[in-house]
């Protein structure tokens, strides 16, 4: 079983724009994560918390087309207090709010720095959507894209912008692979194809540690944030 865990950041990155607070310090760091219904992103946003809470000021907007679902969830699961969750309600494909007219996330972002302080790391989950689904480099700094093993092992290899583009690639729910006849060193290889030196992370939030490699990723995204590194 194949098992990549990233540990670097992409050499392609860049930075979106206005990365400075008014008092001349670096914002809060913009991680965005896509991808399709059921793959896990609120999964994925629910370990990161839980792993890097002890020691980062994290804040999380989650999107939903008609409800406030994944952030209902995330209260729930007390993975943050709940000033630190907030929701925006896209009433349209979720790719809408991320990528084309992205006013309403921005302005939860904004009012999350400016009511809870300087924060070091803001996660914005989109709404469940496609392959095609992308953010805006206004909105996020380094986006993630998370697919599982039970939609197909060929998932890698029909690409599309979300495979192919995201800073990191998520193939979550490597334990279901031998129930559902996936892969995952097929899945690996198209990835690697697909990507081409850009990280990819096999995970299953099932285990203790399986948010790991995801937030080993994201604390070295912070990192080069703050030192102002956009390679």
Avoid at 115 to 123: A, C, N, S, V, Y
Avoid at 166 to 173: E, F, P, R, S
């Amino acid at each position: 079983m194949h098992l990549d865990h990233p540990t670097t950041m992409p050499h392609r990155h860049a930075f979106s724009a206005d990365a400075l607070r008014p008092d001349g310090s670096r914002r809060a760091l913009r991680v965005g994560l896509g991808g399709p219904v059921g793959s896990g992103k609120t999964a994925t946003v629910a370990g990161l918390c839980r792993a890097l809470r002890d020691h980062l000021s994290i804040a999380v907007v989650t999107n939903d087309i008609y409800t406030r679902e994944d952030a209902e969830f995330l209260r729930r699961e007390a993975v943050l207090p709940p000033e630190r969750i907030t929701a925006v309600e896209t009433g349209a494909c979720p790719h809408t709010a991320i990528r084309d007219d992205i006013s309403a996330n921005l302005e939860a972002v904004e009012q999350l720095e400016q009511t809870l302080g300087p924060l070091d790391l803001i996660l914005i989950e989109s709404g469940g959507d496609n392959l095609t689904a992308t953010f805006s480099r206004g909105l996020v700094d380094t986006q993630v894209f998370v697919i599982d093993v039970a939609g197909g092992d060929d998932i890698p290899r029909k690409g599309g912008p979300g495979i192919t583009t995201a800073d990191l690639l998520v193939v979550n729910k490597t334990d279901l692979a031998p129930y559902v006849g996936a892969d995952l060193d097929t899945m690996a290889a198209d990835a690697k194809k697909q990507r081409g030196a850009l990280p990819v992370a096999f995970t299953s939030l099932a285990s203790a540690d399986g948010i790991r490699p995801v937030a080993h990723w994201v604390t070295g995204c912070l990192s080069a944030w703050r030192a102002g590194v956009a390679a």
